[in-house]
């Protein structure tokens, strides 16, 4: 992989969030701790893991539109 960045804009209160929980780890930056996360996640992909119950999904999908990501 290389060394190559692009920009990713997220919600600031999300930011705010990441910020309160690495102060005081070894993680330094927000965007290590989102590199971490997203890495985390991929690794855990389709065929990598448990997938979501049905139930998961539709609590997911509620949250999301709560927060105006989909209608």
Known sequence: MGKEFTTVTIP???IE???CA???TEIKTVSSYIVGAVR?????GPGKG???SEEDEEKVKERLKALGYID
């Open 12 to 14: 600031t209160a999300l």
């Open 17 to 19: 969030e990441i910020e």
């Open 22 to 24: 690495i102060k005081g």
């Open 40 to 44: 985390e996640a991929l690794s855990k």
């Open 50 to 52: 448990q997938p979501f």
